[in-house]
């Protein structure tokens, strides 16, 4: 059994056009371990927060960073935290 839960902060028109959130997620394995997946195993999780940026309904942009909680021996990315930058345009 797991849990995973979401909640994204937005801020409309911070300056004309540009459109800001604030994603942050936390996830954590209360009891027992996946059949399917190494990394969902109990009293392990990761947590992440982030910034996403849209501007003119046509440029967006995050840069949020992951990092992931437990013992070693017990969550096999304990050491893996990354950032992960992304920039879209709609044409």
């Known amino acids: 059994m797991a849990f995973h839960a979401n909640f994204t902060q937005q801020y409309f ?3 004309p056009g540009l459109d800001l ?6 996830g954590y394995g209360l009891v027992g371990n996946s059949s399917v ?5 109990a009293h392990t999780g990761n947590f ?3 910034l996403a940026a ?3 309904t046509v ?6 960073f992951t990092h992931f909680m ?3 021996a017990r969550q096999p990315l ?9 920039v879209q345009r709609t044409f």
């Open 21 to 26: 959130s604030v994603p942050l997620g936390f």
């Open 48 to 50: 992440e927060i982030g």
């Open 70 to 72: 437990g013992a070693p």
């Open 54 to 56: 849209k501007y003119l």
């Open 78 to 86: 304990a050491d893996r935290d990354f950032l992960a930058l992304t």
């Open 37 to 41: 997946d190494d990394a969902q195993n």
């Open 59 to 64: 440029w967006e942009g995050s840069l949020s």
């Open 13 to 15: 028109q911070v300056l």
